[in-house]
């Protein structure tokens, strides 16, 4: 089955600066690299995604990256936010990574 | 605005119990899944549905059971409730178009094994 693995754990950023999360993962197979965002006492919500057939993504000041060669995919936001703060998943082929708690600080 | 609604946000059991957690969405999507949420584990597949009557296990269905009468529907059941199952347990739905899409989620439900 796939193996996911997303890091870092735990991001610390001061509002403004830019924010990247890795996943990587095991099965080529996988066509399908969402992102989610949980938000305290929510479920997770898609933020972006990509397909396979495509290399990278924007939509404001979020954007993901793709690499199928090396089998990993990145989360990118620009100008953090305090309302960025949550938790993000990676999702690839349906299988979730263990999640990144990012913390923007005012 | 795709809805998914689960029956509890909290919900308090003890040892032994059979406990019943329901979810519904009003989208007519075929596929649904029940995760439980673990710090520093993510999302755990427990089951999964791709039509009515139908089931799959996940990652984790040791324990759990599930029903699916209804395409808008699917329980969870756990059969003997136990300590290890205290949990946030998470239900989604997507479309399925023969390959993966994106999950809607509901607020989920936080379980306590006493």
């Known amino acids: 089955g796939e193996n996911v693995e997303q890091h870092p754990s735990t991001l610390s950023v001061q509002e403004g600066d830019s924010a990247v999360i890795k996943c990587t993962y095991s099965d080529s197979a996988s066509n399908y690299f969402p992102w989610y965002k949980q938000e305290l006492g929510k479920g997770p919500q898609l933020i972006i995604d990509i397909r396979s057939n495509v290399g990278e993504k924007k939509d404001q000041r979020i954007a993901v990256t793709l690499n199928k060669t090396a089998k990993h995919f990145s989360l990118h936001i620009t100008e953090t936010q305090p309302e960025d703060s949550a938790v993000y998943f990676c999702a690839p082929g349906g299988v979730f990574g263990q999640g990144t708690t990012l913390q923007v600080k005012p | 605005d795709v809805k998914v609604t689960q029956s509890s946000r909290y919900l308090v059991k003890r040892t032994g119990e059979k406990v019943f957690l329901e979810c519904v969405q009003d989208?007519?999507?075929?596929?649904m899944f029940w995760y439980r949420q673990d710090p520093g584990l993510g999302l755990r597949l427990i089951y999964f549905s791709y039509d009515v009557k139908m089931k799959e296990k996940g990652d984790i269905p040791e324990g759990y059971s599930v029903s699916r009468e209804k395409k808008e529907r699917f329980s969870l059941i756990l059969e003997s409730a136990s300590t290890n199952q205290t949990s946030m347990y998470l239900c989604a739905s997507s479309f399925d178009r023969g390959t993966y899409n994106e999950q809607f989620f509901g607020p989920g439900t936080r379980l306590t094994v006493l």
């Open positions: 989208m007519d999507h075929e596929n």
